[in-house]
């Protein structure tokens, strides 16, 4: 786990109390004594028993982020008070001190007068949960890199750090892939306007990474691969339609050796391109219309033994191509459909939740962990649903660990994810969907439960969240009535 704490030295005016931080840390104790900060003798300093020092690339850079942040209104030449003092970080890592300039940030606030000031503050914190997740769909829209960039920012300010890129699926298949070039060409809306450069990739990846968030690829088969097939002969499984091809194509086509040498060649290169150690293979929602139609696989069902259970099909499926990754070294996440058809997978296996809504979920925690597998929990948090009035209500009031199981099994669930799916999404109301009902669930997967089981202590301190997302450029959506003295100033 990573820690931090904080400590400014006492300064001698008293004002209010500080807005909060969000999402609120483990523990914390602030005092209504506060000091000036004055952005001409503000800078941050690496400490000298530090092991990290100038030249780390995550923190020189956050650095003059959070400065810019933190001052939002400086210009050079600007006269503030200053009052000696300082304040102090410590963390195990680069990544926990990332989330420690976050705190600090917004500690900060200023007055009518525009004056900088931050309160005695002692914080201790961690993240309750490891991997706390944002799924983004890139196939149902295209999302320009600059949209992806913006919220990788804003999840940053959430403690969000791990960017889920469900980059392609049945619409369109938008990654430039060096490997099988024409995926891109005959696959993507446009071969030109609307896919992901090799390129665009890296900048993701790295603009991630400064952010100390991951980026998980989803590359999404048998299922979800309609636009695969434009680009990859016989890739796809033919539908028959009274004994002869109807000219319409299914799921992957699990028979052919060809398939796995695809899948093993186009791996390995979004093994090398994406270097996180996990990759999410998907393995959801498999229509088998298409296999039962089809003569060819009905034969190759016989040869297996496996009759007219096409769920031993997908399995044989799953279960190669989980093969395929864990020879490139890479630690395989699928959805839960791949359990729920009780495939051999490798123990490390992790399971993506997402049936059982509103509360059946709870079921699923119980069964998947008892048969000791990981779980990430995405089900409640399926935020591309909406409804008139404050919806996030219902992410904030998920308990993740509520479910009849042991305390290992409770161990096994190692965080949760919000999607945004994209069926109705682009870059013109993926920002205001987003923000801040994202943050609901930032704060259920970062802070402790029982101080956060108010929603009504909570809508306060998220609408004051909100307010400094605008400040930041976050085109956040209001959560009710109400108003933020830094307006959104269009576009």
Same mark, same amino acid.
């Given at each position: 786990?990573?820690?931090?704490?904080?400590?400014?030295?006492?300064?001698?005016?008293?004002?209010?109390?500080?807005?909060?931080?969000?999402?609120?840390?483990?523990?914390?104790?602030?005092?209504?004594?506060?000091?000036?900060?004055?952005?001409?003798?503000?800078?941050?300093?690496?400490?000298?028993?530090?092991?990290?020092?100038?030249?780390?690339?995550?923190?020189?850079?956050?650095?003059?982020?959070?400065?810019?942040?933190?001052?939002?209104?400086?210009? $050079? &030449?600007?006269?503030? *008070?200053?009052?000696? #003092? +300082?304040?102090? @970080?410590?963390?195990?890592?680069?990544? =926990?001190?990332?989330?420690?300039?976050?705190?600090?940030?917004?500690?900060?606030?200023?007055?009518?007068?525009?004056?900088?000031?931050?309160?005695?503050?002692?914080?201790?914190?961690?993240?309750?949960?490891?991997?706390?997740?944002?799924?983004?769909?890139?196939?149902?829209?295209?999302?320009?890199?600059?949209?992806?960039?913006?919220?990788?920012?804003?999840?940053?300010?959430?403690?969000?750090?791990?960017?889920?890129?469900?980059?392609?699926?049945?619409?369109?298949?938008?990654?430039?892939?060096?490997?099988?070039?024409?995926?891109?060409?005959?696959?993507?809306?446009?071969?030109?306007?609307?896919?992901?450069?090799?390129?665009?990739?890296?900048?993701?990846?790295?603009?991630?990474?400064?952010?100390?968030?991951?980026?998980?690829?989803?590359?999404?088969? $048998? &299922?979800?691969?309609? *636009?695969?097939?434009? #680009? +990859?002969?016989? @890739?796809?499984?033919?539908?028959?339609? =009274?004994?002869?091809?109807?000219?319409?194509?299914?799921?992957?086509?699990?028979?052919?050796?060809?398939?796995?040498?695809?899948?093993?060649?186009?791996?390995?290169?979004?093994?090398?391109?994406?270097?996180?150690?996990?990759?999410?293979?998907?393995?959801?929602?498999?229509?088998?219309?298409?296999?039962?139609?089809?003569?060819?696989?009905?034969?190759?069902?016989?040869?297996?033994?496996?009759?007219?259970?096409?769920?031993?099909?997908?399995?044989?499926?799953?279960?190669?191509?989980?093969?395929?990754?864990?020879?490139?070294?890479?630690?395989?996440?699928?959805?839960?459909?791949?359990?729920?058809?009780?495939?051999?997978?490798?123990?490390?296996?992790?399971?993506?939740?997402?049936?059982?809504?509103?509360?059946?979920?709870?079921?699923?925690?119980?069964?998947?962990?008892?048969?000791?597998?990981?779980?990430?929990?995405?089900?409640?948090?399926?935020?591309?649903?909406?409804?008139?009035?404050?919806?996030?209500?219902?992410?904030?009031?998920?308990?993740?660990?509520?479910?009849?199981?042991?305390?290992?099994?409770?161990?096994?669930?190692?965080?949760?994810?919000?999607?945004?799916?994209?069926?109705?999404?682009?870059?013109?109301?993926?920002?205001?969907?987003?923000?801040?009902?994202?943050?609901?669930?930032?704060?259920?997967?970062?802070?402790?439960?029982?101080?956060?089981?108010?929603?009504?202590?909570?809508?306060?301190?998220?609408?004051?969240?909100?307010?400094?997302?605008?400040?930041?450029?976050?085109?956040?959506?209001?959560?009710?009535?109400?108003?933020?003295?830094?307006?959104?100033?269009?576009?």
């Amino acid at each position: 786990s990573k820690t931090y704490i904080f400590f400014g030295q006492l300064c001698c005016n008293c004002l209010h109390a500080v807005g909060g931080v969000w999402p609120m840390p483990q523990i914390s104790a602030s005092s209504p004594e506060q000091y000036p900060l004055n952005p001409e003798a503000f800078y941050f300093e690496y400490g000298r028993q530090s092991e990290a020092q100038p030249g780390c690339s995550v923190l020189d850079a956050a650095f003059k982020r959070y400065f810019s942040l933190i001052f939002p209104d400086y210009f $050079p &030449g600007d006269n503030l *008070s200053v009052c000696a #003092g +300082q304040a102090s @970080l410590k963390a195990e890592t680069v990544w =926990g001190a990332l989330r420690g300039l976050e705190t600090f940030s917004q500690l900060v606030y200023q007055d009518d007068f525009g004056s900088f000031f931050v309160n005695k503050t002692d914080i201790e914190d961690f993240p309750r949960f490891q991997f706390r997740g944002i799924l983004l769909d890139t196939s149902r829209h295209y999302l320009p890199v600059q949209a992806i960039l913006k919220t990788l920012d804003a999840m940053a300010y959430s403690k969000f750090n791990v960017f889920h890129w469900h980059i392609v699926d049945d619409p369109s298949f938008p990654y430039q892939s060096q490997t099988f070039p024409d995926l891109s060409a005959k696959g993507a809306f446009h071969p030109m306007t609307h896919i992901y450069t090799q390129t665009d990739v890296q900048r993701v990846i790295s603009y991630a990474r400064l952010r100390g968030i991951r980026v998980l690829p989803e590359f999404d088969s $048998p &299922g979800h691969t309609q *636009s695969w097939g434009k #680009g +990859q002969s016989d @890739l796809l499984t033919p539908c028959y339609k =009274g004994g002869t091809p109807s000219g319409a194509f299914g799921p992957v086509n699990p028979t052919l050796p060809s398939t796995y040498q695809f899948i093993a060649r186009l791996f390995k290169e979004v093994s090398s391109v994406f270097p996180d150690s996990y990759i999410h293979l998907g393995g959801d929602e498999v229509n088998f219309f298409c296999w039962k139609s089809n003569p060819d696989v009905r034969a190759f069902m016989q040869k297996m033994g496996f009759g007219t259970d096409f769920t031993k099909l997908e399995a044989f499926y799953m279960e190669s191509i989980v093969n395929i990754t864990s020879t490139l070294n890479k630690t395989a996440i699928v959805w839960q459909d791949v359990f729920d058809y009780h495939e051999r997978i490798p123990e490390d296996t992790v399971l993506h939740i997402w049936k059982g809504v509103p509360y059946d979920y709870t079921k699923e925690l119980s069964r998947i962990t008892k048969a000791g597998k990981r779980v990430v929990l995405a089900a409640p948090w399926y935020i591309n649903h909406i409804a008139y009035g404050q919806d996030w209500r219902k992410s904030y009031t998920v308990q993740p660990l509520n479910f009849s199981g042991t305390e290992e099994q409770k161990k096994l669930v190692i965080g949760g994810e919000v999607c945004m799916w994209g069926e109705y999404v682009d870059a013109t109301n993926l920002t205001p969907r987003l923000w801040p009902r994202a943050s609901a669930a930032a704060e259920r997967l970062w802070s402790d439960e029982k101080q956060t089981s108010s929603v009504e202590k909570a809508f306060p301190r998220l609408q004051d969240f909100r307010c400094k997302l605008l400040r930041r450029g976050i085109q956040a959506e209001p959560l009710y009535v109400g108003h933020c003295r830094h307006e959104y100033q269009g576009i």
